[in-house]
């Protein structure tokens, strides 16, 4: 089993920014895939970035490209999510998850573990 925990979500301004971050814990292995997610009220879980292990491969939404940044710290066990330009449109509840894979992907269902979520909101 793996845990997860998100934390750094927040009210910011249009244009503003915000850290979030993931713990993991358990049975999280570094060599795992990690991806973030987001969900807004009334719509579908969408993929907003993922990373493997070495950061050999990174994939981004394309509406959050060039404005959001994962990274990854596996001596610590954390990956985070730079947010950068922030919208109105990128307020969700954002959530870690966990691929256990060497791996990454995009679609929720290629993810094993999943935190309880961070509320992003964004006011314009």
């Known amino acids: 089993q793996v845990q997860l925990l998100e934390s750094g979500g927040g009210l910011v301004q249009a244009g503003g920014s915000l850290r979030l971050s993931c713990a993991a814990s358990?049975?999280?292995?570094?060599?795992?895939?990690m991806g973030w997610f987001r969900q807004a009220p009334g719509k579908e879980r969408e993929f907003v970035a993922a990373?493997?292990?070495?950061?050999?491969?990174?994939y981004y939404a394309d509406s959050v490209k060039g404005r959001f940044t994962i990274s990854r710290d596996n001596a610590k066990k954390m990956v985070y999510l730079q947010m950068n330009s922030l919208k109105p449109e990128d307020t969700a509840v954002y959530y870690c998850?966990?691929?256990?894979?060497?791996?990454?992907?995009?679609?929720?269902?290629?993810?094993?573990?999943w935190g309880q979520g961070t509320q992003v909101t964004v006011s314009s």
């Open positions: 998850a966990v691929r256990v894979a060497l791996n990454i992907a995009t679609a929720p269902s290629d993810y094993n573990y």
């Open positions: 358990g049975g999280f292995l570094s060599t795992y895939g």
């Open positions: 990373r493997n292990w070495s950061g050999s491969i990174t």
